[in-house]
């Protein structure tokens, strides 16, 4: 199984700020690695496919970079609304996995 | 528009089955794979295995092994879930999600564009 370790797993940032999330795989998984966002109550929303492709309708503060086994998400210029936790996911190998998740408040 | 609609709530006590569907609309169930993934309350997501609704072929994460069943009604444009033996750490909110839409039939489908709504699952004595 291929284990997905985020960092951190909490961060407080303010407005504006810019923010960095990475995801570390146990062994290469190519590109084959995604991001998600996920509010109380809501079913999670796929923000980037494949390590840096960004998915239809999501802003442009949101990228993504990486290949193999070291993944970054960046959000830009933080909003209140991307208080949230966020996901990476891989599918670079037969079974899936998920990263411990990342929780972001924002002051 | 692509939507996946899951049935209600349920309320097991430990040992007993759950079955739950998924039906889909705005695509053709066999063209994508379906997946599963639970999340227990507070915790992450957790990837429990996937369906090819075409030939029923499945593969399942080695926690679930022996006690997960997932099958397909493609008359229906359903999938189902069943799970065995619960005990109250399968407390969670199960998603169904095919294998990324937006990469078309020809792929490549490993990201989730689509969930379902999602269904709760309480086990409880």
């Known amino acids: 199984e291929v284990v997905l370790t985020q960092s951190p797993d909490f961060q407080s940032v303010t407005p504006k700020e810019t923010v960095t999330i990475t995801c570390r795989a146990s062994q290469s998984i190519g590109s084959s690695l995604h991001w998600y966002q996920q509010k109380p109550d809501q079913s999670p929303k796929l923000l980037i496919k494949y390590a840096s492709q960004s998915f239809s309708g999501v802003p442009s503060r949101f990228s993504g970079s990486g290949s193999g086994t070291d993944f970054t998400l960046t959000i830009n210029s933080l909003e209140a609304e991307d208080a949230a936790t966020y996901y990476c996911h891989q599918s670079g190998s037969l079974r899936y996995t998920f990263g411990q998740g990342t929780k972001l408040e924002i002051k | ?125």
């Open chain 2, 1 to 125: 528009e692509v939507q996946m609609v899951q049935s209600g709530a349920e309320v097991r006590k430990p040992g007993a089955t759950v079955k739950i569907s998924c039906t889909v609309s705005g695509y053709t169930l066999t063209d994508y794979y379906l997946h599963w993934v639970r999340q227990a309350p507070g915790k992450g997501l957790e990837w429990m295995g996937r369906l090819d609704p075409d030939d029923g072929e499945t593969i399942y994460a080695d926690n679930f092994q022996g006690r997960l069943t997932m099958t397909a009604d493609t008359s229906r444009n359903t999938a189902y879930m069943e799970l065995r033996g619960l005990t109250s750490e399968d407390t969670a909110v199960y998603y169904c999600a095919p294998g990324g839409v937006a990469g078309g039939p020809v792929g490549p489908n490993g990201f989730f564009d689509y969930w379902g709504q999602g269904t709760l699952v309480a086990v409880s004595s």
